[in-house]
Structure formats: C-alpha cells, structure tokens
C-alpha cells in the first residue's frame, strides 16, 4: 500500500515539474526555481520550519494565508501590495470592504522577521507570502508545489484598486469567468482554484444572505441553490444579520486537510459561498466539479491545483529593480515612493521566466521535499 501510495505521489511530483517547464518556457529567468540559492540558501527551509510551526498551534490558518495570497495576486499582481498599511494620507487595499475578512497578516510578519534573522535584506516579503501560501498547501496534505521565487515587493496599495479586480461575493459564473480571463486564466482554473476551498472558513456576514435572503438577511427566503438541510445546519451557526467575525468551515467534514472533498459539497449544492453555488453554472466548471466530486484520488486534483497556482503566482511579478526588498512588509522603505504613485509599467510587468535548475535533477530533490513529512 505505502508503495502504491508513493507511486502515486511520485506521479504528482514529475507532472508538476514537467508543467513547470511546459507553462513557463523563455530563458530570460526573472522567476526562478531556488532563486535565494545563493544569496540565501536555508530561506525556503526557514519558511517551512515557520509555517510548521504555526500550524501545528493554529492549523485553521492555512486557508487565510493561502487567501492572503490570492488576493494580493488579483491586484496589483503577486507584489505584496496587501501587506502595506494605510497611511493619512491613503487607503490601502487592506482596509477595502471587500478585504474585510482576510487574515494571516502577522503569520507573513513573524516568517520575514525570521528571514531578515538569517539573510538581513534578501527575500522579499511577496515571495515570504508565496511560500508560506505554497506551504500552507503542503502541510494540509495537498500537493507540494516547485514555486519559483524572485518576486520584489511593489509600493502601490489603493483601496480603490480593489472593487475593480475582486469579484462581488455575488457575483455570476460569467463574472467570475471574465474576471479571471482578465489575467490569462481560464474557466478551468476558476474551477480548479476554488478548489484552495477545501480548506478556511468564512464569516457569517457573508454568507447570511444566502441563509434568511435580503442583502443583510433581512427575508426569511434562503438561496434555493443552497442544500436545505444545509441551510438549517448552517443557521444553526449564523443568525440573521449577523455582523460579528463569527467563522464557519468552507468544507467541514475535513476543514484543516487539503484534498477533493469541496468538489463533492459543490457537487451536492452544498457550497457554502454563491460563488462556490455559481461553478455549477457553466458546463465547463460544472464539468471539472463533477469529476473532481467522483474521483478516487486526489492526484488530477493536485495536479491542475499546481499548474493554476503556478500560473496565479506569476501575475504582476515584478523583478529587476521594478519593486524593492522591504524592511517592513506593512510599509515601504523609506526613499520609496508613496502608496498611492502609479508606476502602470511595473503593476503590468508579467513574466514568463526560464528554469535554472535542470529539472531532470530537480525530480529526486522534489521527492524528497514531499516525504519528509
């Protein structure tokens, strides 16, 4: 069985490796594998050591720091722009509405003190947040993901920024399709993404309307797309109008455990988000929804979650001298520019990067990453 089962994996691992080559061709390597090799060699050792750490006391916090990730992708690019505080003079994407529920902050703060420990000035805190997001994969038993490194932290956070490039959470299948087609991605890998639902929670706020109807709860009617013994267990748990930080489990029967298990609940219109509900609304995600909710491993699962997060991970990647390393990741460095300059150049600068390590030999060192657990 434990043969069979490192099998499988091994399968993972070489598909992952080869998608890496296959999705990012070039040779110019602005994102790279290893890119702190040299400059500092323990730094994904060191994340790793963090985030195992935090987990094993808090292991709800991988969905918010995968989160975390994402949303800062979807605006301004992978540049650790929701990481910047407000300041009097700017509001900054942190403090949008939109991002009212988004967690992890401190958990990217403790991991770059760490970094800074080791290799003072050398790892940016995007690239801090995308590995502590690849690795909050991981150590939920997901997939390992070869994650290239080499991001620079941009100084842009405008609250502004964030309506026009997060979905409502109401939003329609085509919406929510035209939004991700926006940076490349497809209708596939909506559906494969939302699938990082496997693991977190949301809050009551959120989800009331879809429990009692109105846009604050404010009928009785609840969403008819919406499971209703469901929707009596979860008004168990979220009353009418509820406005604390109230949270309940995107997936509940395996909260803390990255796996296929979301796809059976969306499946059974048990979603809990209308934009879980709304996958079902296009043949094509309704399509990758099914297989995902009747398969017998994980392993296309983690395959298509690592070539979609690979791609996400790379938009608005600014390397070259187009961002800075920074001090604090909640603000700039001194001698930077403020929050709020538009340098459109860089918040557009997409790259496609070549590999630096020969992947033939990165296969057994990649193994060897996954097992060690």
Do not use: W
């Amino acid at each position: 069985m434990a043969t069979a089962v490192r099998a499988s994996a091994a399968v993972v691992v070489l598909t992952v490796v080869m998608m890496v080559s296959s999705v990012l061709p070039g040779a110019e390597g602005h994102l790279q594998l290893g890119a702190y090799n040299k400059t500092c060699p323990q730094a994904e050792e060191i994340v790793l050591k963090e985030m195992s750490a935090i987990l094993a006391k808090s292991p709800d916090l991988a969905g918010p720091v995968l989160r975390l990730f994402s949303v800062d992708c979807f605006v301004g690019g992978c540049e650790g722009s929701i990481l910047l505080n407000s300041t009097p003079n700017n509001t900054a994407e942190k403090d949008s509405p939109l991002n009212k529920g988004v967690r992890g902050y401190e958990v990217v703060d403790a991991i770059k003190a760490k970094l800074d420990e080791a290799c003072p000035g050398v790892v940016s805190c995007a690239d801090t947040l995308a590995l502590a997001a690849r690795d909050s994969i991981r150590l939920s038993k997901g997939p390992f993901i070869p994650l290239l490194t080499g991001r620079e932290d941009g100084n842009r956070s405008v609250a502004a920024d964030v309506a026009a490039n997060t979905p409502a959470p109401g939003a329609s299948i085509s919406d929510l399709i035209a939004q991700f087609a926006k940076f490349n991605l497809t209708a596939k890998d909506l559906a494969v993404l939302s699938g990082a639902h496997t693991i977190g929670k949301a809050r009551c706020s959120t989800i009331s309307p879809r429990l009692y109807g109105g846009q604050n709860g404010s009928s009785s009617e609840s969403d008819p797309t919406l499971d209703g013994n469901y929707t009596t267990v979860l008004r168990g748990q979220c009353k009418p109008g509820d406005e604390s930080n109230k949270l309940v489990d995107l997936d509940p029967e395996t909260p803390t455990t990255f796996d296929t298990d979301y796809y059976k609940l969306v499946a059974g219109n048990r979603g809990l988000l209308s934009t879980d509900a709304a996958l079902l609304l296009d043949p094509a995600t309704k399509a990758y929804v099914s297989t995902q909710a009747n398969a017998t491993s994980d392993d296309e699962f983690f395959a298509d979650f690592a070539a979609s997060f690979l791609a996400m991970s790379k938009i608005g990647a600014l390397t070259h001298h187009k961002g800075e390393i920074r001090n604090v990741c909640s603000k700039v460095n001194p001698s930077s520019p403020p929050h709020n300059s538009n340098n459109a150049a860089a918040r557009t600068y997409y790259l496609n990067g070549g590999l630096l390590l020969n992947l033939a030999l990165a296969a057994p060192l990649l193994l060897g990453f996954l097992f060690e657990l």
